[in-house]
């Protein structure tokens, strides 16, 4: 395999580019929530999805798809949001070699996989749900319709974080109180990246910037919402690698 180009915090070859996040050191987040972590892939011109026409290619590499695996292996859950497992339906899992590493360490060798939702229409026969290493774990709001709700108990344990909607703060309490969740992965989509970062609870960004441009104006970004983040977040460079024209950077979210 090429090697990988380390850019920030100092310029160095790297050998392996599958390996530039192995000895990642997370604490375990403050009392009330997780450590929380965000992974996306985006256009050079911010798109996570393709559109109309699009040729449906995926938007990050090879390289990048074993990144996202192996960034699982320090957390103890994976979360997504329902259009992300409609859309992504495969489980999240880290490679073999990764798993064992986990035992080693006392955690399982799969973390736990995480929907939020308010509606509770997943597609309950899709392999996110078929093929998870571990029965997962549907967050959602006491109003979601009862009939979805069971149905959803049939292949997935429920935990209800707030009435009327989701509260995305009661969610990450409700995963570290209940859960012993200490560190939390968040693979998406927008509205629940917008959902995090408006909640405050974000504290690191992974983002790995294709070398490509998707250009349709109604493709989706990787942060979206119903208004503009006030303030805006402010985040520090912490790594950032280059490899066969993709970036993959890692930030800190600053209070």
């Known amino acids: 395999m090429t090697p990988v180009q380390q850019l920030f915090p100092e310029a160095r070859p790297w050998p392996d580019p599958l390996t530039i996040y192995d000895d990642l050191d997370l604490p375990a987040g403050p009392p009330h929530r997780p450590y929380v972590l965000v992974n996306m892939v985006s256009t050079v011109d911010g798109k996570v999805t393709m559109g109309r026409g699009a040729v449906q290619e995926p938007i990050g590499s090879k390289v990048d798809h074993g990144l996202m695996a192996r960034l699982r292996a320090p957390v103890d859950a994976v979360l997504r949001g329902a259009g992300t497992v409609r859309a992504y339906d495969v489980p999240p899992r880290v490679p073999a070699e990764y798993a064992e590493r986990r035992q080693a360490r006392g955690l399982p060798p799969q973390p736990l ?3 939020i939702t308010g509606s509770c229409d997943l597609p309950l026969d899709a392999r996110f749900f078929r093929e998870a290493p571990r029965r997962p774990l549907v ?3 006491r109003a979601a319709p009862a ?3 069971e149905a959803v108990r049939q ?3 429920v ?3 707030g009435e009327e909607q989701v509260e995305m703060r009661a969610a990450l309490a409700l995963l570290r109180e209940r859960y012993g969740i200490q560190r939390l992965l968040s693979e998406g989509g927008p509205t629940v990246n917008f959902a ?3 909640a405050g609870v974000v504290d690191e960004l992974f983002w790995t910037v294709a070398p490509k441009i998707a250009g349709y104006a109604e493709d989706k970004t990787m942060v979206m919402g119903p208004r503009a ?3 805006l977040v402010r985040l520090s460079l912490a790594s950032a690698f280059f490899h066969e024209g993709e970036l993959y950077l890692r930030y800190h979210v600053l209070d």
Request: glycine letters at 0%; charged letters at 30%; a negative charge.
């Open 147 to 149: 009939d979805k709700v």
């Open 155 to 157: 292949v997935a344990d």
């Open 196 to 198: 995090m970062l408006e």
């Open 159 to 161: 935990a209800f974080a």
């Open 229 to 231: 983040l006030d303030p």
């Open 113 to 115: 996989p995480v929907v």
């Open 139 to 141: 967050l959602t709001r």
